[in-house]
């Protein structure tokens, strides 16, 4: 079978069809990653917001725990009673493990938080260097 020489009007249509195909790829390529990176985006986003909510509640937690230590702590003209609950007074506070672990997630969960928001930052970077192609 011998294949037909095209005439430069044919090949200048079969060469725009050809980019016009190419292009039509290459954007829905973009596209696609585009909406990766959104959904990327927006579950980091969700993470940042649970990660601030778990601070928030360590964050009153602490001070919940201050705030019942210094009302547990016996007046100081009685003697201390012994007791069934652990009253710790606030100048002991941080020696006890409990108060050591609650900071230790606090300090963790900020770290995460810091971790994700630069992730975030990263990723709207690279959506906006995408939306300027």
Known sequence: MRVRHLKPWQRAIAMGL???VAIAIIIGNAK????ALESRLSRLENTVFSLRSQISSL???????QRQQRSNQPP???????SPNRNI???????DPM????ATLAIELKQRLNKLENRVETLENELDIDAQR
């Open 18 to 20: 050809a980019w016009l």
């Open 32 to 35: 696609a990653e585009a909406s």
């Open 59 to 65: 964050e009153r937690e602490i001070r919940h725990l």
């Open 76 to 82: 100081p003209t009685t003697t201390p009673q012994p």
């Open 89 to 95: 007074p606030p100048s002991d506070i941080r020696d």
């Open 99 to 102: 108060f050591d672990r609650l």
